[in-house]
Protein backbone atom coordinates (compact mmCIF):
# COMPACT_ATOMS: atom_id res chain seq x y z
CA UNK A 1 0.00 0.00 0.00
CA UNK A 2 0.90 3.51 -0.32
CA UNK A 3 1.85 5.12 3.05
CA UNK A 4 1.38 8.47 1.31
CA UNK A 5 -2.19 7.68 1.46
CA UNK A 6 -2.30 6.97 5.15
CA UNK A 7 -0.33 9.96 6.15
CA UNK A 8 -2.79 12.12 4.32
CA UNK A 9 -5.63 10.23 5.90
CA UNK A 10 -4.10 11.09 9.46
CA UNK A 11 -3.09 14.44 8.14
CA UNK A 12 -7.28 15.07 7.21
CA UNK A 13 -8.02 14.42 11.00
CA UNK A 14 -6.04 16.40 12.45
CA UNK A 15 -6.69 19.13 9.76
CA UNK A 16 -10.77 19.51 11.31
CA UNK A 17 -11.15 22.59 13.80
CA UNK A 18 -12.32 21.81 17.07
CA UNK A 19 -16.02 23.32 16.31
CA UNK A 20 -16.52 20.51 13.90
CA UNK A 21 -18.12 17.76 14.96
CA UNK A 22 -16.13 15.13 15.05
CA UNK A 23 -16.32 11.86 12.45
CA UNK A 24 -16.85 9.20 14.67
CA UNK A 25 -21.08 8.98 15.02
CA UNK A 26 -21.60 9.09 18.68
CA UNK A 27 -24.11 11.58 18.78
CA UNK A 28 -26.40 9.77 15.78
CA UNK A 29 -28.33 7.97 18.84
CA UNK A 30 -29.81 11.08 20.22
CA UNK A 31 -30.35 13.08 16.62
CA UNK A 32 -32.56 10.53 15.61
CA UNK A 33 -34.98 10.20 17.88
CA UNK A 34 -34.97 13.89 18.85
CA UNK A 35 -35.76 14.92 14.94
CA UNK A 36 -38.74 12.31 15.16
CA UNK A 37 -40.34 13.63 18.17
CA UNK A 38 -40.19 16.96 16.66
CA UNK A 39 -41.20 15.75 12.83
CA UNK A 40 -44.34 13.79 14.95
CA UNK A 41 -45.48 17.02 16.68
CA UNK A 42 -45.19 18.57 13.59
CA UNK A 43 -47.43 16.73 11.77
CA UNK A 44 -49.84 16.58 14.72
CA UNK A 45 -50.45 20.57 14.14
CA UNK A 46 -50.61 19.91 10.59
CA UNK A 47 -53.22 17.15 11.32
CA UNK A 48 -55.31 19.77 13.92
CA UNK A 49 -55.37 22.53 11.78
CA UNK A 50 -56.72 20.58 8.36
CA UNK A 51 -59.63 19.02 10.62
CA UNK A 52 -59.93 22.03 11.91
CA UNK A 53 -60.98 23.74 8.53
CA UNK A 54 -63.68 21.56 8.04
CA UNK A 55 -65.18 21.56 10.97
CA UNK A 56 -68.44 24.19 11.34
CA UNK A 57 -67.48 27.44 12.74
CA UNK A 58 -70.86 28.18 14.98
CA UNK A 59 -73.28 25.16 16.76
CA UNK A 60 -76.34 25.70 16.68
CA UNK A 61 -78.75 24.70 19.28
CA UNK A 62 -80.46 21.90 17.03
CA UNK A 63 -77.24 20.07 17.13
CA UNK A 64 -75.93 20.99 20.88
CA UNK A 65 -79.24 19.14 21.42
CA UNK A 66 -79.92 16.15 20.23
CA UNK A 67 -82.85 15.87 22.08
CA UNK A 68 -86.77 17.62 20.69
CA UNK A 69 -86.74 18.95 24.30
CA UNK A 70 -84.18 21.04 25.59
CA UNK A 71 -84.32 24.18 28.60
CA UNK A 72 -83.76 27.29 27.36
CA UNK A 73 -84.14 30.67 29.30
CA UNK A 74 -85.31 28.48 32.35
CA UNK A 75 -88.07 27.22 30.51
CA UNK A 76 -88.83 23.86 29.10
CA UNK A 77 -89.30 23.77 25.52
CA UNK A 78 -91.63 20.35 24.22
CA UNK A 79 -92.84 19.74 20.95
CA UNK A 80 -96.53 19.81 20.84
CA UNK A 81 -98.62 16.89 20.61
CA UNK A 82 -102.57 16.63 20.34
CA UNK A 83 -104.73 14.74 22.61
CA UNK A 84 -106.12 12.97 19.51
CA UNK A 85 -102.07 11.06 18.80
CA UNK A 86 -101.97 11.16 23.10
CA UNK A 87 -104.93 9.01 23.57
CA UNK A 88 -103.85 5.65 21.07
CA UNK A 89 -100.78 5.55 22.83
CA UNK A 90 -102.33 5.78 26.18
CA UNK A 91 -104.15 3.18 25.48
CA UNK A 92 -101.63 1.05 24.15
CA UNK A 93 -99.79 1.48 27.27
CA UNK A 94 -102.06 0.29 29.37
CA UNK A 95 -102.54 -2.80 27.16
CA UNK A 96 -99.10 -3.48 27.81
CA UNK A 97 -99.42 -3.34 31.28
CA UNK A 98 -101.55 -5.36 31.49
CA UNK A 99 -100.08 -8.17 29.45
CA UNK A 100 -96.70 -8.06 31.02
CA UNK A 101 -98.74 -7.79 34.92
CA UNK A 102 -100.34 -10.88 33.43
CA UNK A 103 -96.81 -12.75 32.55
CA UNK A 104 -95.61 -11.78 35.82
CA UNK A 105 -97.93 -13.55 38.05
CA UNK A 106 -96.67 -17.49 38.93
CA UNK A 107 -99.06 -19.73 37.99
CA UNK A 108 -100.89 -21.46 40.70
CA UNK A 109 -101.09 -25.09 41.18
CA UNK A 110 -103.96 -26.79 42.89
CA UNK A 111 -103.25 -28.63 45.70
CA UNK A 112 -104.29 -31.97 44.10
CA UNK A 113 -102.05 -31.77 41.30
CA UNK A 114 -99.42 -30.76 43.20
CA UNK A 115 -100.35 -34.20 46.01
CA UNK A 116 -100.01 -36.01 42.55
CA UNK A 117 -96.85 -35.07 41.42
CA UNK A 118 -95.08 -35.35 44.70
CA UNK A 119 -96.16 -39.52 44.83
CA UNK A 120 -95.03 -39.74 41.18
CA UNK A 121 -91.70 -38.48 42.33
CA UNK A 122 -91.43 -40.59 45.07
CA UNK A 123 -92.35 -43.75 42.85
CA UNK A 124 -89.96 -42.53 40.36
CA UNK A 125 -87.46 -42.33 43.27
CA UNK A 126 -88.44 -45.88 44.65
CA UNK A 127 -88.08 -47.40 41.12
CA UNK A 128 -84.76 -45.88 40.76
CA UNK A 129 -83.32 -47.66 43.66
CA UNK A 130 -84.46 -50.88 43.05
CA UNK A 131 -83.21 -50.71 39.54
CA UNK A 132 -80.13 -50.12 41.46
CA UNK A 133 -80.52 -53.30 43.24
CA UNK A 134 -81.35 -55.20 40.73
CA UNK A 135 -78.50 -54.08 39.06
CA UNK A 136 -75.89 -55.38 41.44
CA UNK A 137 -77.60 -58.58 42.60
CA UNK A 138 -77.35 -59.41 38.75
CA UNK A 139 -73.94 -58.69 38.69
CA UNK A 140 -72.70 -60.55 41.58
CA UNK A 141 -75.26 -63.57 39.93
CA UNK A 142 -72.86 -63.11 36.67
CA UNK A 143 -69.37 -63.42 38.60
CA UNK A 144 -70.58 -66.34 40.56
CA UNK A 145 -71.70 -68.71 38.38
CA UNK A 146 -70.46 -69.80 35.74
CA UNK A 147 -71.33 -70.09 31.63
CA UNK A 148 -72.56 -73.61 31.94
CA UNK A 149 -74.54 -72.91 34.79
CA UNK A 150 -76.34 -70.10 33.51
CA UNK A 151 -77.29 -71.66 30.63
CA UNK A 152 -79.17 -74.11 33.15
CA UNK A 153 -81.47 -71.22 34.18
CA UNK A 154 -81.91 -70.15 30.32
CA UNK A 155 -84.34 -71.66 28.25
CA UNK A 156 -83.48 -71.67 24.38
Keep these: MNTSWEKTEQNDELGLSKDCSPSNNSSKGFRIPFTGGIMSIIMGVIAMIRMAKNMPRKITGAELFGNTAYCSSNEMKTPDIS ?8 KRIVELEEKVNELSKKPVMPPEMEELLNKTLNRVSTLEQELVITKKVLLLFLLTTTSSSFEKYIDI
Design 83 to 90: MDDQMPMM
